[in-house]
Structure formats: structure tokens, C-alpha cells
């Protein structure tokens, strides 16, 4: 659509702005801002068009943009074209992802590049390294309290050794995942110290009162995010003798995007580690971009506003680059970060399914698939361009913010549920041998999180001690199976470093001053590399989980039906401890595949007729891909392993 106000404006901002820049190669450039200029105007008016600096910040944005393309490399440019041109690329079942935290891996960049042969192995092709930008030491939140958004952790290296990184990345075709924290900064950031000095531009980066009224009103509605270690939403700043809005820990000043210079700042950190080689940006804490008094301050619009408006901005200077939103919300909440288009992802092409998650440690908890039956149905279907991260462990706690109507559904009173699923995985339940540990107990209304290790939560770690040979191998089967779940059920599966050799909690946290009083640290250990080698010899606990899963990615690589095109059916069956759902080819043709999980730890019986009713498993004789052998079919059950998984060629 041509509109004339908007187009002016560009004509008038371009005018100057070609003094500048006269020999560049724009001819892209200038496409994209003109498909897109339209929205981008649209949604910075929405957000700051009653300012009296609308069209100066406006230009400044525009600037930003086109110096951050002049600053891409041709390579990554190339790179855009390609990505354009196949769009759907990031949907294809090939990706396999891996997070981790790169001192604790590798201790430092130039290290990690050593351990990329390992990741290669286990079939990891894209890697997310979790923050690595200057923190001050001991008050960083593990990255997320940023002193310098463009400079790399003295601890972990140089710039330098980043392009290094990302070049040899690109050579392996793998994907480079990097954060951008959107939401705060540190309270040592540039911005806050000058804030502090009394500079009014900048203390208009962030949200800063004089006095509690404010802070006051926004606290009737805001819930507290670390209530043990960082209790309220505000705290006092001395020396500038003013209240300061801390969302998070109380060192994590939260950005006030109601100011346009701040939402400019964070496109230029974007495109700045776009152009440094990241394929992929995830936005850390999405939710929470906006905040209004009278609100929980979570999934504003305006915060979708501002994230549309950053999609925009990207796709213009680096339309290559996806995002992923960070945004552990409700269902409902969390497909908005998406966006409102009713195919592209007009938002985040990514998003965390931290649902998925919890509702699967209920599965493993219970022995049950009925809550994960009715919750799913509650996650709506994900627009065709997007897809979602599914992950069985991250850096951070497994909340359960399931929906209070699907427990009762699954037959289950809310409170007592999730009560018996903390007890089980603290170890409290006498029948439970997880090792887990509470995180962020709220005292007002007993909510709590859970840390700790997969392995730990799984019992290997009580097993071990106990040297019970049945409850270790039902610890590497529950490890397994839930990897497989993630695999094979669409989206981008995500890796926790670790997880693949079956890493115990690590207590030495409880030694570090800095660490301490955040127990989340208790899964974030220092690799342990001699472990690794374990992998190579036969009948060890290393080599069962990480061959197993190797050979999951490597076989979920082959399956078409495993990409993520919205491309599935769940089935229900009468059995409430197995789970069941059918992948077919995106073209809705063959082969399709159906999945059957066993959540209980003793075997189960499948009745094939109803499967047959519905035009599964026709024939006597089929293939399991996962376990690469033919199942009979002739009888009219089949017996599911305890803890099974099954997928089977139909
Ligand atoms: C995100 C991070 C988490 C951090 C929080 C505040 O949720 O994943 O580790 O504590 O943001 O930055």
C-alpha cells in the first residue's frame, strides 16, 4: 500500500541521512525499507506519536538501521538473500539445538571452539551459548545483568574470538543462538551510572520515582519474580535518592520502553550481534517490556508492539535473523509473541515451550498422560511460519504455571497437584527418589519452582548411591524418553549441556558467595570432561544416555514427518498412561508416523484395533524407527516397554 505521510517522512529522512553514506551498495536495503517502512512507521506512532521528538527519533531509527546494514558483512547479506528465498527454512526437522553457558562448558571462547567436534557428534547443529556480555562480577544474574551489551566477559574472551567462533560455525552449518537481554540492564550499565550522576536523559532509560507512590500503585498488581531473593519490584537508590523499578534481582534495573531512545539503543545491540555473526537473537524476558500500574506489567500489547516493531527493524538490515521470545507465560500468552498475522511470524519465529515442559516432568511424576492429554489441547496451534523450542531442561527453574481447568480436568484438585508434584521432585514424597530442590518459595502463597539436574530430577543421582541397577536404568530410560518426546513432537528440540551424559546436581555453588543464594546454580555446573569420555565405553551410564540420544537426532534428522508444519494429531486412547500422536509429511502424504510413549514403569498394553479404526497400523508387520527393528503386529495388542517409546512407520 502506498501512504503518503509515511513515505514523505522517509523521502525527507533519506534525503539527509544520503549525505552520509553516498558510495554504499544499498540496492536491498532500500527494498526492504520501502516493503516495510509503512509498518514500521505505523507501530513507532503507535507507541511514540504523541511526542514532541517523534519525527527526530524516528529519523535516528532510520539511521540505525541503514549503518547496521552498511556494517553486515557480504557474506551474512548473501546469507539474507538465501534465507528469503527459502523462508520456511527453520521449520525443517535437520535442526537440533544445544544451550549452553560457555565458562562452565569450555572455559572460554577459544576453548568452546575445541569442543565443537564433541556437539558435532552428538548431532547438534545449533548452538545457543547463554549470555556472555560483561556482567559485573557477582551480581549478574548467570549473564542476564548486563554492564555492557557490546562487549564480551572479560572471563570468556574477546570479540575477535567470537567472529572466530561464528565463522567456524558457519563452516560446520551450524546455527548461532545469542542473547539480547531486552528487558534491563545492570546497575553498573553506562546508562544507570550516569542515571545515578543525576542525568535526567538517562534516568528516563529507566522507570525512577521519587518517592513510593508510584511504586506503591504498580505493586497492588505486580507479582514478585524472585520473592526469596529479591522480594517487591522497586528498590532504593541511595545516591540518586530515588526508587528504581527491579523486576528481577534488585541489581537489574528494568528499561522503560515508553522511551523511544531506549527502543532505538536495543535495535542497534540487536543488529550489532546480527552483523557479529548470530543467525539467531533470543530476547530474554519478553514479557515484560511494558508496564502499566493497574496491570501484572506481563504481556502488555505494547510489549508485542514493540517487539512487532523490532521485527521489523531486523528484517530490513538483517532479514536472515530469527528471534526467539523468552516469554514463560500462559498458552494463551506465550502464541501472541508469534504475532497477529495469521501465517508469518510477525513477532518471534521462536518461541519456548515451557509448558510442554512442565507438563511433561507431571507426566513423569505421575506415570501419566492424562493432565499432558488435556493441557496440550490447551496450547493453541502455532502459526505456520513459527515454530517452538521444546526443552526437557534450561538454565532456569520448571515452573508449574499449568492451567488450574485442565488439572481438574485430568481429575486432580490444583493446590494438592502441585504440592505432590514439589514434594516428588524435592524428594519429599516417600516414594520418590528425584533429587530436586525449591526455588523461589513464595512465603505469602506457598507457591514454589523446582532446580536441579535432569539426571538428578530423573533419580540417577539417588540410584547411584543407593546402587540400585532397576532404578538406574529406569533414571536412563525417563531420560530418554523425555528427549524423544521433544524430538519427535515438532519444533526445534533443545539440549540442556550435560543432559547428554547424564550430569548430577552440583553443590559447589553452595561455596561461592556469588552463587549461593541462587540455587538455580545447582544444574549449572562446570562440565565435567573426563565423564564425557565415558561415552565411549560400553555399558556405562554416559555411553547409554548419549548413545541413545545420538542415535534419536540422528534418526529424528531423517524423518520429513518430524518437521514442524502443524503436522500433528494427537490420539487419545484408553490407556492413561500412554501417549500417543501421529506425525504425517507436511504434503499430508506418506510416510507418516505414530508415536507411542509409555509413562508408567511397568509395561502396557495397546490395543491395535482402535488404532486400526483409525487408519493406522494396517499391516501385520511394521518399523519402529526408533528402535530400528520390525514389531509384529499380528496379535491384537502390542506390550509397550516400561518408560517405551515407539516410532512407528504406518
Ligand atoms: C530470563 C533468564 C533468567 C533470568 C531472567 C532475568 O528469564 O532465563 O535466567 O534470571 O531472565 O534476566
Known amino acids: 500500500m502506498y501512504e503518503q505521510v509515511s513515505h514523505s517522512l522517509l523521502n525527507d529522512i533519506l534525503t539527509e541521512i544520503e549525505v552520509e553514506i553516498k558510495d554504499a551498495n544499498l540496492q536491498y536495503f532500500y527494498t526492504r525499507l520501502g516493503a516495510n517502512f509503512y509498518a514500521i512507521y505505523s507501530l513507532f506512532h503507535q507507541l511514540y506519536g504523541r511526542r514532541d521528538d517523534f519525527k527526530p527519533q524516528l529519523h535516528q531509527l532510520v539511521k540505525v538501521l541503514i549503518k547496521s546494514y552498511i556494517a553486515r558483512s557480504p557474506s551474512l547479506r548473501k546469507l539474507d538473500l538465501t534465507r528469503e528465498k527459502n523462508h520456511n527454512w527453520f521449520l525443517d526437522q535437520q535442526w ?35 549470555p556472555i556480555l560483561d556482567c559485573p562480577k557477582g551480581k549478574s544474574d548467570g549473564g542476564y545483568a548486563v554492564r555492557d551489551f557490546k562487549k564480551i566477559n572479560n572471563d570468556v574472551g574477546t570479540i575477535e574470538d567470537l567472529d572466530e567462533l561464528a565463522a567456524n560455525l558457519k563452516k560446520r552449518d551450524t546455527l548461532l543462538v545469542l542473547d539480547v537481554v531486552v528487558n534491563h540492564t545492570s546497575d553498573e550499565h553506562a546508562w544507570a551510572i550516569q542515571a545515578r550522576a543525576g542525568d535526567k536523559k538517562y534516568q528516563d532509560y529507566y522507570y525512577v520515582f521519587d518517592d513510593r507512590s508510584m511504586p506503591d500503585l504498580y505493586e497492588e498488581t505486580m507479582p514478585e519474580i524472585f520473592p526469596e531473593n529479591a522480594p517487591g519490584n522497586f528498590t532504593w ?70 517487539l512487532q516493531l523490532m521485527k521489523d527493524c531486523c528484517q530490513v538490515t538483517a532479514p536472515g535473523v530469527l528471534f526467539i521470545a523468552e516469554a514463560i507465560v500462559a498458552p494463551v500468552e506465550v502464541i501472541k509473541y508469534f504475532g497477529e498475522d495469521a501465517i508469518n511470524a510477525k513477532e518471534c519465529e521462536i518461541a519456548y515451550n515451557a509448558t510442554l515442559m512442565a507438563l511433561l516432568w507431571e507426566a513423569v511424576a505421575t506415570k501419566k498422560s492424562t493432565l499432558l492429554n488435556y493441557a496440550i489441547r490447551s496450547i493453541p496451534d502455532k502459526l505456520d511460519r513459527a515454530t517452538w523450542l521444546n526443552y ?9 504455571g499449568f492451567d488450574d481447568n485442565d488439572i481438574r480436568l485430568a481429575g486432580y484438585e490444583p493446590t494438592l497437584h502441585r504440592q505432590f508434584l514439589l514434594n516428588h521432585y524435592t524428594g519429599q514424597s516417600p516414594d520418590s527418589i528425584a533429587r530436586g530442590i525449591a526455588f523461589g518459595t ?75 543464594n ?78 507411542i510413549c509409555n509413562f508408567d514403569h511397568s509395561e502396557q498394553q495397546l490395543d491395535i484395533s482402535s488404532l486400526r479404526k483409525l487408519g493406522l497400523l494396517q499391516h501385520n508387520s511394521v518399523k519402529d524407527l526408533f528402535a530400528d527393528e520390525s514389531l509384529d503386529l499380528s496379535a491384537s495388542f502390542i506390550n509397550i516397554r516400561p518408560q517405551g517409546m515407539y516410532w512407528i512407520e504406518t
Open 392 to 400: 526437557v531442561r534450561c538454565h532456569d527453574d520448571i515452573g508449574l
Open 442 to 516: 513464595n512465603k505469602k502463597n506457598g507457591d514454589a519452582r523446582i532446580a536441579g539436574s535432569l539426571a538428578s530430577l530423573a533419580g540417577l543421582e539417588t540410584a547411584i548411591e543407593k546402587n540400585d541397577l532397576a532404578a538406574i536404568n529406569r533414571s536412563i530410560d525417563t531420560i530418554l524418553l523425555l528427549h524423544g518426546f521433544i524430538l519427535a513432537f515438532g519444533g526445534i528440540p533443545l539440549i540442556y549441556y550435560g543432559d547428554a551424559i547424564g550430569t548430577l546436581n552440583d553443590q559447589a555453588y553452595l561455596e561461592d558467595d556469588y552463587k549461593k
Open 237 to 306: 537508590d541511595a545516591t540518586m535518592d530515588k526508587w528504581v523499578m527491579t523486576v528481577f534481582n534488585e541489581y537489574q534495573w528494568d528499561l522503560n520502553y515508553q522511551n523511544p531512545a531506549v527502543f532505538i539503543e536495543m535495535v542497534g545491540i540487536i543488529l550489532f550481534w546480527a552483523n557479529h555473526g548470530a543467525d539467531v537473537i533470543r530476547l530474554d524476558a519478553v514479557a515484560f517490556l511494558w508496564k502499566k500500574i493497574g496491570s501484572t506489567c506481563q504481556n502488555e500489547r505494547e510489549a508485542h508492539l514493540i
Open 96 to 130: 537440533v539445538g544445544y544451550a549452553l553457558y560457555c565458562k562452565e562448558f569450555s572455559g572460554d571462547l577459544k576453548g568452546l571452539q575445541n569442543k565443537l567436534s564433541y556437539l558435532q557428534d552428538l548431532g547438534i547443529n545449533v548452538l545457543h551459548i547463554m
Open 518 to 595: 541462587d540455587n538455580r546454580w545447582i544444574h549449572r555446573p562446570a562440565m565435567n570432561w573426563q565423564q564425557t569420555e565415558l561415552r565411549a565405553e560400553k555399558g556405562t551410564i554416559e555411553q547409554r544416555i548419549f548413545s541413545g540420544l545420538k542415535k534419536m537426532i540422528a534418526t529424528r534428522k531423517e524423518i520429513t514427518a518430524f518437521a514442524d508444519h502443524n503436522n500433528r494429531e494427537l490420539i487419545v486412547l484408553d490407556n492413561p498412561h500412554l501417549f500417543c500422536f501421529v506425525r504425517f509429511d507436511g504434503t499430508g502424504r506418506y510416510p507418516r508416523v505414530l508415536v
